[in-house]
């Protein structure tokens, strides 16, 4: 299941980040544009996987898939969905630590 993950094409899209699956249902995760301080963060918030591809071992995969694109692209990431807060910065947290928003970084 994996290998459909890493040989899929990411797409961007204004608000979110998503890859084709081979029933043409698409993993979704979802951002906000936030400025500060002239500062553009991407705040992840929702990843979504279609019901039949539950349990099957597709978010992580996707998840690493979507940092590994806003880090080769230069994204500040704040993320508050529970999921990649949770279990994927739970794994990768030092990987993608260079590229981690958090609130102490910018004051208002």
Not at 37 to 46: N, S, V
Not at 77 to 98: M, S
Request: glycine share 4%; with cysteine.
């Amino acid at each position: 299941m994996s290998q459909e993950i890493t040989e899929s094409t990411l797409e961007k899209n204004k608000d979110n980040l998503r890859i084709k699956l081979q029933t043409g249902e698409y993993a979704i995760l979802n951002f906000d544009l936030i400025k500060k301080h002239h500062k553009t963060i991407h705040e992840f918030y929702h990843i979504e996987v279609p019901p039949s591809y539950r349990g099957k071992g597709i978010a992580m995969p996707f998840a690493k898939k979507c940092f590994d694109y806003a880090k080769e692209n230069g994204w500040t990431v704040k993320v508050t969905c529970p999921y990649l807060l949770e279990k994927f910065l739970g794994l990768y947290r030092n990987k993608y630590e260079d590229i981690l928003f958090e609130e102490e970084d910018i004051s208002d």
